[in-house]
């Protein structure tokens, strides 16, 4: 059977509206949530539509409450991708302009989250086994996988602008010296996520506590 043809329309290329994907990474205290909604504020006086914030960091983005005019959505365990998806997929039906997810480090870290995940299907498939967890590791990963990128592929679908808090760790590298030796230097600053996901950002900004 053949495929159907489709066909595709070309127009001159001009300046539109382009949702953002905006992330801010840092340690505890280096003013994400602060800076989130300072930034969906100021992209509000443009955009317009609500600022709808999902908070799974135990309500402390109530903080701001008295600063800050927003929606807040109080998001407890398990921290599954399509939890995530479900949660955002919820501001973008009551009409959402900017949403702010604080924090997304949970989707990869927290209970339930993909590392999470991962053990579990470890453990179902070769339980305390050590021998056959080493060899089914991988494929322990599938299912997890596949709901992080389902997650992802219809968060860049949407119409909205979207803020991503992160946690970051400070890391370390291997690295060679001058005389072939191996030798630990500083990474830097880190987030806390599934790999790749922030180059999948519009922009990305570390915070600090010397510069927050």
């Known amino acids: 059977m053949n495929a159907p043809t489709r066909t595709f329309d070309a127009r001159p290329a001009v300046r539109a509206s382009v949702p953002l994907l905006i992330g801010l990474m840092g340690p505890s205290g280096g003013g994400k949530t602060y800076s989130a909604l300072r930034l969906a504020t100021g992209i509000q006086t443009i955009t317009g539509g609500d600022i709808y914030a999902i908070d799974t960091e135990a309500r402390r983005m109530l903080h701001y409450a008295d600063r800050f005019k927003f929606q807040h959505i ?5 921290f ?3 939890d995530y998806l479900a949660a955002i997929r919820q501001c973008v039906k009551a009409g959402a302009g900017v949403v702010i ?3 997304m ?3 990869h870290a927290g209970e339930g989250g993909l590392l999470d995940w991962q053990e579990s299907e470890l453990q179902r498939m070769a339980g305390e086994d050590a021998s056959k967890r080493e060899r ?3 494929a322990a990963w599938i299912k997890p996988k596949m709901a992080h990128k389902k997650m992802l592929q219809r968060l860049l679908q949407l119409r909205m602008h979207l803020i991503f808090c992160f946690r ?9 010296d001058d005389k072939g030796k191996i030798q630990f230097v500083d990474a830097g600053w880190l987030p806390v ?3 790749g996901l922030e180059f999948e950002l519009t ?3 570390l915070l600090s506590h010397e510069h927050p």
């Open 74 to 78: 109080q998001f407890d365990a398990p």
């Open 80 to 82: 599954g991708s399509l």
């Open 101 to 103: 997810i604080d924090s």
């Open 105 to 107: 480090s949970h989707e």
């Open 136 to 138: 089914v590791k991988f």
């Open 168 to 176: 970051a760790e400070p890391k370390m590298k291997p690295q060679k």
């Open 193 to 195: 996520c599934a790999k």
């Open 203 to 205: 922009v990305s900004f």
